[in-house]
């Protein structure tokens, strides 16, 4: 789920996480660390120093301070943002995806959907890719699941068993990410889709097998 408008530069450029964006577009010192070290209230347009070339990094409302101090187990609040910031996620339900399509902060515009074929992904980059069974990236009650570094867990490792008799198996695995990028973003595309909220209102590129 990106920024309407995203997709062209996706397509060009990759998925680029945060800190694959910053380092693109030159951003260093105090700058730097007040979009990749700490939460973000708003979304921050960058930059690229050279090119003129922009981008939109969002927000992360729903990473509360106080609550995320309160459940990091062996992590600062930089660490873990750091760490947050260094990946690229994917939602691996339909469910998900549609709720924070129509959630307050994103439901009144457009998004650019990309759905991607996860064999594909998983065959190419699972070097790179990590299964976690929480929203790392949402602290919004008291309660939120402790976190620290081992709740990113490569594929190999990963305990399913154990996560679907914690959470079920509708449950069991919540995010997919990938550290730093994910380049090439067509070769594993299926579709793109121009949504709001639950309607799509275009197709902006689908695969040769889709159409």
């Known amino acids: 789920m990106a920024e309407a408008g995203a997709w062209q530069q996706i397509r060009e450029q990759g998925l680029l996480s945060t800190t694959a964006l910053l380092d693109r577009y ?51 609040v930089q660490q873990w943002c750091e760490l947050l910031n260094r990946k690229v996620f994917f939602w691996v339900s339909q469910e998900r995806l549609e709720t924070l399509l129509s959630a307050r902060a ?5 998004h650019d959907v990309i759905t991607i074929d996860t064999r594909a992904l998983v065959e190419r980059d699972i070097s790179k890719l990590t299964l976690a069974p929480i929203n790392t990236g949402a602290t919004l009650y008291p309660t939120a699941t402790p976190r620290g570094s081992e709740t990113f867990i490569p594929i190999d490792d990963y305990p399913l ?36 909220r639950d309607t799509t209102v275009d197709v902006l590129w689908q695969a040769a097998t889709e159409q």
């Open 26 to 76: 030159g951003y260093g010192g105090k700058e730097r660390v007040s979009i990749e070290s700490w939460p973000r209230p708003q979304i921050i347009t960058i930059h690229d120093r050279i090119t003129g070339a922009t981008a939109q990094v969002r927000d992360n409302k729903p990473l509360r301070l106080k609550f995320l101090e309160a459940c990091l187990t062996d992590m600062t």
């Open 106 to 110: 994103y439901g009144c515009r457009p």
């Open 161 to 196: 068993t154990q996560y679907k008799r914690w959470r079920g198996s509708r449950d069991a695995i919540v995010e997919l990410a990938a550290d730093y990028e994910v380049q090439h973003i067509e070769d594993i595309s299926v579709r793109v889709e121009r949504r709001l």
